[in-house]
Nanobody
Framework: QVQVVESGGGSVEAGGSLRLSCALY????????MAWFRQAPGKELEGVAG???????RYQDSVKGRFTISQDNGKNTLYLQMNSLKPDDTAMYYC??????????????????WGLGTQVTVSS
């Protein structure tokens, strides 16, 4: 069994920064893709950023240049550094992992295990 646990959410003013963390527990071998998703009230779940085991990354256009995804494979931990936050970034943020090999997907259907989420609120 695999557990995915997010942390680091909170409330900040526009222009501020937050760093989200995601820890994996249990049988964590053979995970190739890790990603962050978010869902704002009344909106669909969307992929924010993904990273492959070899370090390749992919970002949603709206966060390019502001968010950075990274991983510490030795600690089974994923991070999302979020800078220049905007009110539109307000959402519940979820960490997800997948054993799929190939292109970095920002589609939720690709991912096998999910955390319960951490709330990010950005005020104007």
């Amino acid at each position: 069994q695999v557990q995915v646990v997010e942390s680091g959410g909170g409330s900040v003013e526009a222009g501020g920064s937050l760093r989200l963390s995601c820890a994996l527990y249990g049988y964590t071998d053979n995970f190739y893709l890790m990603a962050w998703f978010r869902q704002a009230p009344g909106k669909e779940l969307e992929g924010v950023a993904g990273i492959a085991h070899d370090g390749r990354t992919r970002y949603q256009d709206s966060v390019k240049g502001r968010f950075t995804i990274s991983q510490d494979n030795g600690k089974n931990t994923l991070y999302l550094q979020m800078n220049s936050l905007k009110p539109d970034d307000t959402a519940m943020y979820y960490c997800a992992v997948a054993r799929a090999i190939g292109a970095i997907s920002l589609s939720a259907s690709t991912y096998d295990y999910w955390g319960l989420g951490t709330q990010v609120t950005v005020s104007s």
